[in-house]
């Protein structure tokens, strides 16, 4: 019934599939990069840095879905790649992105407002 995928058209399928992932991960994410990127350039006040802060936080979450399914993806393709080449910045990101004490980062969910 599957005779047609073969081992050479699996590696294909999996490789579109792969950069597929890669790709959504940095198109939706450019968003919240590029607005982090900018702060210093055009927020001139703190109103306006939180302003920008605020329009990002809805896609936060997001991003991090589609890295997680980048890395892990990576992981189930190519083991050795992953493994020299992107687990430490994944998880350095991930890391950072998860420091409970940056600030601003959980205001919207804290208790305390």
């Known amino acids: ?16 599939l792969w950069c597929l992932i890669w790709g ?8 919240s990069l590029g607005a982090g990127l900018l702060i210093p350039f055009i927020a001139t006040d703190k109103v306006r840095r939180i302003q920008i802060q605020r329009s990002v936080g809805p896609f936060w ?4 879905v589609w890295l997680v399914l980048a890395a892990g993806g990576t992981f189930a393709a190519f083991p050795l ?4 080449d992107v687990y430490f910045p994944v998880s ?8 409970p004490d940056r600030k601003g980062h959980f205001r919207g969910i804290s208790p305390q407002g």
Request: proline share 0%.
């Open 1 to 16: 019934m599957f005779d047609f995928l073969t081992y050479d058209m699996l590696a294909v399928i999996w490789f579109f």
């Open 92 to 99: 350095s990101y991930d890391v950072a992105a998860h420091r």
């Open 24 to 31: 959504v991960y940095f198109i939706v994410d450019s968003f």
């Open 61 to 64: 979450g997001g991003n991090e």
């Open 81 to 84: 790649v992953f493994l020299e």
